[in-house]
C-alpha cells in the first residue's frame, strides 16, 4: 500500500521560508517521477515543482521558479520543497504527488497523493 505524507508547513510571514517534506512508503521513490502541487481556495490544482526519478532533472511553476527548490532523497524515500522569499500568494495547501510518467505529473494525474499540508503567509 503506497501512502505518501507531508510535514513541515505551518505559517510565516511575507519573506520568510518553509522547507517541506513528503514521505513516501509502500514504493522506491527512485523508480517514480514526483511533484508538489498546491491548491488554494476556489482554485484549481496546480503544479509547483516536478523532479525526475533519477533528481536529476526539475521543472518549476513560473511563479515559484527562483524562490522553490524541489529535492529529493531516494535512500530515505523522501521528497522536499524548500520555500524562500513566501508571498502571500503562495498560501495553499501542498500536496505531494508521485507517477510513473512525467506527463501525469505536468497534467496534475499523478499515481498516488499524499493528504496535504498548509501553508499561510501573512503580510
Known amino acids: 500500500q503506497v501512502q505518501l505524507v507531508e510535514s513541515g508547513g505551518g505559517s510565516v510571514q511575507a519573506g520568510g521560508s518553509l522547507r517541506l517534506s513528503c514521505a513516501a512508503s509502500?514504493?522506491?521513490?527512485?523508480?517514480?517521477?514526483m511533484g508538489w502541487f498546491r491548491q488554494a481556495p476556489g482554485k484549481e490544482r496546480e503544479m509547483v515543482a516536478i523532479?525526475?526519478?533519477?533528481?536529476?532533472?526539475?521543472q518549476y511553476a513560473g511563479s515559484v521558479k527562483g524562490r522553490f527548490t524541489i529535492s529529493r532523497d531516494n535512500a530515505k524515500n523522501t521528497l522536499y520543497l524548500q520555500m524562500n522569499s513566501l508571498k502571500p500568494e503562495d498560501a495553499a495547501m501542498y500536496y505531494c504527488?508521485?507517477?510513473?510518467?512525467?506527463?501525469?505529473?505536468?497534467?496534475?494525474?499523478?499515481?498516488?497523493w499524499g493528504q496535504g499540508t498548509q501553508v499561510t503567509v501573512s503580510s
Open positions: 504527488a508521485a507517477a510513473q510518467a512525467a506527463w501525469q505529473l505536468a497534467t496534475a494525474k499523478a499515481d498516488y
Open positions: 509502500g514504493l522506491t521513490n527512485s523508480n517514480y517521477h
Open positions: 523532479i525526475n526519478t533519477g533528481g536529476a532533472l526539475t
